[in-house]
């Protein structure tokens, strides 16, 4: 399927204009300054002292379980922090700085090169439609956008989803980077076998991490205690990268778009979809903001992937009040617990109605 949207518009002109205005006004720099250093450096050091504590101080099995989590809490600060800006070319202005900070994916179990395609190409240029966005598709277990199939099971889904996103970053780091190796394709999108300075940086990531998450726990710790540190370390970055992309995209609120046959046209601009099928949380909880790596402001981050995540806050007033003015949709749940409702409610509604909710 071929995905066609609308002719940009004023609204899009209009969000760019006032926004490079903004920029200019504060001299023009668009990616990470020193704030994003720091949250690097304190994020690693979160993750390096869990690792530490973990591996080389005795511990009893509830300690151990606490630091496990604080391990995977790390992990997704510095996914959400370092390797997604990189990923995005907005933490530096240095290429070589930002391939960087991505490969700092490869070290949390993960690739890079796919991650590249699935996020930056599948997801970015075609949120919530069906067949080409391959982070709404879970497989037969669940249903998360209601243009796909519904089975008798997704009745209850609102109930046992919740514990599959423990399994979201297990399931990434042993099966399907090894997978797509075999495999190239995400979705529709094409994805080329990785050439080979790519192939080598893929298999020397996963010989770091294994040998971090697996091997040298090994040389200290007995088996179990390893299994158990990396179940409950994967489970809680699972949950928590899980919970952030369903509450900016995997709810009510949220257009989505699918077609049957060869093509999807579209009925809106490109701009205007990014901001109707997406939604903010939590966007004045600044602890949550610097956590998530300024994801809750998710609109802007579509809007604006190549901006470094500290700008999201000041430019979430520019994009609200263009969306007024334009009347362009702008959802922003005020508290996570509500984003979580959300979630939830959408969920219940999928599995127990062949719904129709669609933006084409």
């Known amino acids: ?27 023009g720099v668009r990616q990470g300054t020193w704030a994003i250093h720091l949250k690097t450096a304190i994020a690693a050091t ?19 379980v606490l630091l496990a ?29 930002n391939r960087l900070m991505a490969f700092s994916l490869d070290l949390l179990g993960g690739s890079s090169y796919f991650w590249n395609f699935k996020h930056n190409i599948a997801h970015h240029t075609y949120p919530n439609i069906s067949g080409h966005d391959d ?28 514990p599959l996103y423990a399994l979201l970053a297990v399931k990434w ?21 990785p050439p080979p300075l790519e192939l080598a940086l893929f298999w020397l990531g996963k010989v770091l ?26 489970a809680t970055l699972g949950i928590v990268l899980g919970s952030v992309f369903q509450l900016a995209h995997c709810v009510k609120e ?22 109707e099928s997406a939604a903010n949380f939590g966007c004045n909880n600044r602890l949550l903001t610097w956590f998530v790596g300024g994801l809750n402001f998710q609109i802007e981050h579509h809007l604006f992937p190549q901006v470094c995540h ?11 009040r263009q969306c007024r003015t334009h009347g362009v949709r702008y959802t922003s749940h005020p508290t996570v617990r509500a984003a979580l409702g959300s979630h939830y409610r959408w969920l219940r509604y999928l599995g127990q109605r062949d719904a129709i909710h669609a933006a084409a």
């Open 1 to 27: 399927m071929k995905v066609t949207y609308l002719p940009s518009g004023t609204f899009r002109a209009a969000v760019e204009q006032e926004v490079a205005a903004y920029f200019d006004s504060v001299g």
């Open 46 to 64: 979160w993750l390096l002292l869990s690792y530490g504590l973990l591996v080389f101080v005795h511990t009893s099995t509830p300690t151990a």
């Open 69 to 97: 989590i604080s391990a995977g809490g790390a992990m997704a600060a510095i996914g959400f922090n370092v390797q997604h800006d990189g990923g995005h070319r907005s933490y530096s202005k240095r290429r070589s700085v």
């Open 135 to 162: 982070d709404i598709y879970v497989g037969p277990l669940g249903r998360l956008s209601p243009n796909d199939r519904r089975y008798w099971f997704h009745r209850f889904q609102h109930i046992y989803m919740w």
């Open 173 to 193: 780091q042993l099966l399907d980077d090894f997978r797509f190796i075999i495999a190239p394709g995400i979705a529709s999108t094409n994805v080329p076998r």
């Open 209 to 234: 991490f294994f040998g971090l998450a697996i091997g040298l726990p090994l040389m200290y710790l007995p088996p179990s205690r390893v299994l158990l540190i990396f179940l409950v370390s994967g």
């Open 254 to 275: 949220a257009d989505y778009a699918c077609g049957p046959g060869a093509s999807v046209p579209m009925d809106r601009d490109w701009a205007t979809y990014q901001v």
């Open 310 to 320: 500290t700008h999201y806050p000041k430019l979430s007033a520019i994009v609200e």
